[in-house]
């Protein structure tokens, strides 16, 4: 069955120091990637995707994320987070053929202490 | 655009009542959707509308069931609540001819079932 895990249910990290966040998915052919930001109380924000072309791409607030199909990793990387990157962070894959359908991880806690 | 609405945000249920959540998009979507979150699980489809008069199940549908009343509106039903039920609902779309393949999110419905 078509999967995707985050390892980490929580990352802490102190402000201003880098963090990553893991995400693997199981091997297909095609895929889109997807990580998906949740702020407290709030509903999800796409934070940024991957559908083809260069296999690094980038979010407006800094993070960015690299495509590995040999690896089937997604991982999410910021160099120097802040106290307002405090959320949940989901990782979603979107199968070829199956493109209007996501499949989340579990979702990982970054908690950035001052 | 008010974007994807849910209502009610909260609600609490005593098992066995009945109710139905409401989502609405004003944003011409075809597709929509409703997954549950619950803590340490991610999001879970559970059920969704392809387009307006279709719908399918997804991973968790048991005990719910669901109406594409048109194309802006897609409820949920909860026939018989049960306190398994319990968790954070939210309701996307999904453009047609969706390049992005983004789901657009609403705020969420927390619903307690006693």
């Known amino acids: 069955a078509q999967s995707v895990t985050q390892l980490d249910s929580q990352v802490p990290v102190f402000e201003e120091a880098p963090v990553e966040l893991r995400c693997n998915y199981s091997?297909?052919?095609?895929?889109?990637l997807f990580w998906y930001v949740q702020y407290p109380n709030q509903g999800l924000q796409l934070l940024l995707k991957?559908?083809?072309?260069?296999?690094l791409v980038e979010s407006i607030n800094g993070f960015e994320a690299e495509f590995n199909k040999s690896q089937t990793s997604f991982h999410l990387r910021k160099p120097s987070v802040h106290i307002s990157d405090t959320a949940e962070y989901f990782c979603?894959?979107?199968?070829?053929?199956?493109?209007?359908?996501?499949?989340f991880g579990t979702g990982t806690l970054l908690a950035v202490q001052p | 655009n008010a974007g994807v609405t849910q209502t009610p945000k909260f609600q609490v249920l005593k098992t066995g009542q009945s109710m139905t959540l409401q989502c609405a998009q004003d944003m011409n979507h075809n597709s929509m959707y409703w997954y549950r979150q619950d803590p340490g699980m991610g999001l879970r489809l559970i059920y969704y509308?392809?387009?307006?008069?279709?719908?399918d199940k997804g991973e968790v549908p048991n005990g719910y069931n669901v109406s594409r009343l048109n194309k802006r509106e897609f409820s949920l039903r909860l026939e018989s609540a049960a306190p398994s039920q319990t968790s954070v609902y939210f309701c996307?779309?999904?453009?047609?001819?969706?390049?992005?393949?983004?789901?657009?999110f609403g705020p969420g419905t927390r619903l307690t079932v006693t």
């Open positions: 091997s297909s052919v095609s895929v889109y």
């Open positions: 996307a779309s999904l453009p047609r001819d969706s390049y992005s393949y983004e789901q657009y």
């Open positions: 991957y559908l083809s072309g260069s296999t």
């Open positions: 979603a894959v979107s199968y070829a053929g199956a493109t209007n359908k996501l499949i």
């Open positions: 509308s392809a387009s307006e008069g279709t719908t």
